[in-house]
């Protein structure tokens, strides 16, 4: 099993920055691929990025530019770090790690709040 946990959400003014961490622990040898994905109140979660085992990484276009996503020096540690947001932004942002045999894992989820 695969356990993620989320920080760094919070309320940030349009045009200011946060940055997402997703710590994952147990069996973290068997991750080939981590996501973030957001849910805004009424809408589908959407994926906003990815990265691979490899460090190849992808955005959606709605972020491209603006989002980046990185791995800590332990790779079981992944940043979101989003800048220019803007009020569309405001979503609860969540983790999700995929294993080798095709199994998803989801974190709890970070509220992240973009004021006009």
């Known amino acids: 099993q695969v356990q993620l946990v989320e920080s760094g959400g919070g309320l940030v003014q349009a045009g200011g920055s946060l940055r997402l961490s997703c710590a994952a622990s147990?069996?973290?040898?068997?991750?080939?691929?981590m996501e973030w994905y957001r849910q805004a109140p009424g809408k589908q979660r959407e994926l906003v990025g990815g990265?691979?085992?490899?460090?190849?990484?992808n955005y959606a276009d709605s972020v491209k530019g603006r989002f980046t996503i990185s791995r800590g020096n332990t790779k079981n540690t992944v940043y979101l770090q989003m800048n220019s947001l803007k009020p569309e932004d405001t979503a609860v942002y969540y983790c999700?790690?995929?294993?080798?045999?095709?199994?998803?894992?989801w974190g709890q989820g970070t509220q992240v709040t973009v004021s006009l």
């Open positions: 999700r790690a995929k294993t080798y045999g095709s199994t998803w894992w």
């Open positions: 990265i691979t085992s490899s460090g190849s990484t």
């Open positions: 147990g069996s973290i040898y068997s991750i080939n691929a």
